[in-house]
């Protein structure tokens, strides 16, 4: 295991995760120890326009995976049109290699709450859910008794801190289906319907939970928010890059010596993050990774000093996504890796579109034939030429990310694929996985 160089260690900046490692963090009396709550009073004496503004120059940018600047949507916001407003705070976190916004919820449940408050008194909305992913049980008991404890102590209810401002906020609990992380199907959800995506337009900004106008922000976004309040616009952008601002949870997990949360600024790159995780494990060596979860098209080890913001992801052909960066190594195979994530989004498929629903059932045939040694070098063009068909014709965002994998496997890895077709590597699945396959 390798130590990180003073320099290294210097990249990380613990802003979301600072209380974490605190004793009883989830409680309101450590939180209040530790800046809890300050935000919120200086929030309420300013005017919820301000607010607004202070988002949008802070440049935060939304860290549910697609990055929109947070205060552009919080100003989509239709103001005086008598309707009732709402925040809906996205906790579904489904996204194979994701896992920063549970650990935030588990540890730190008031830095949720108290962005919520903020958020919610900024865009004029009376009520607030959170939904969260029903699986996740631990986080939403710590998140409910946090609530219970703001509501106690006056930061939620009527006239909060005196200030005039009501606020309600529901804790909800989904079933647990990644589907209903996209933010339409998540309103359809929590409003009690089955959890498919909406038609688009019109948008949840005018037309979102119970066909109002409606935020929906990640975890990650609206924690952000109360240390943007205390520590200003200008601090915020002085970590990361100009386009990305501010620090990012940077989950890494597979074959490194400490997997983890690291909280570094936006652009820190792969190689930086591997020196503060100890390196690889021993005997292991880098071949491939997930910038972002496993709907972001693979990189390579030649990939290991991209600057790790959205633009520098992008540039090198994949994107951020939720910034879980799941580490692969040469006993690794891209081949399977990809049959396994092309299993999740075929289960996961809610089967609206036909591009996704039978796109992804047919590709995990074709991967259940290569990988038991049956298939042929024309697999390969039907890989290709069914991606071509999801990618873009899809009716959400999870068809498109099925295909990245595949798509990017085959442009890295394609050896790999032919040394299943022309009989090099052992078949990994065996015949009785093709029962119906051809
Ligand atoms: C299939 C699918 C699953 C998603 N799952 C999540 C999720 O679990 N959490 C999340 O915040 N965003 C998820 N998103 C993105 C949301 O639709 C939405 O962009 C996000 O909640 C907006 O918040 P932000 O602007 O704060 O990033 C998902 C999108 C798709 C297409
Ligand atoms: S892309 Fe997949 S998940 Fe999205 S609507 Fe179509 S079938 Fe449903």
Redesign the pocket.
Known sequence: MTTPRPETLAKLTPVLTKRWLSPDAWQIGTYEQLDGYAALRKALKAHPDDLIQLIKDSGL????????P?GL?WGFIPQGDGKPHYLVV??????PG?CK?LPLMTHDPHALVEGVIIASYAIRAARAYIYI?GEAVHAARRLRSAVQEAYDKGYLGRNILRSGYDLELVVHSGAGA??C??????LDSLEGFRGQ?RLRPPFPATHGLYASPTV???????ASVPPIVLGGADWWKSMGTEKSSGPMIYSLSGRVANPGQYECSMGVTLRELLELAGGMQPGHNLRFWTPGGS?TPLLAAEHLDVPLDFEGVAAAGSILG?TATQIFSDQDCPVYATYRWLEFYHH?SCGKCTPCREGNYWMVRVYRRILAGQGTHEDLDTLLDTCDNILGRSF???GD?ATSSVTSSLKYFKQDYLDYIEGRTAPKLSEKTLVGAH
Do not use: W
């Open positions: 940018r939304g860290r549910g995976g697609a990055g929109f947070t949507k996205n906790a579904d976190e489904g996204e994701t916004d992913r990644y589907i992380g996209e933010e339409t199907a998540l995506p929906v922000n990640n975890v990650g976004t609206i709907s939720t996961e959400c965002g999870l990310g």
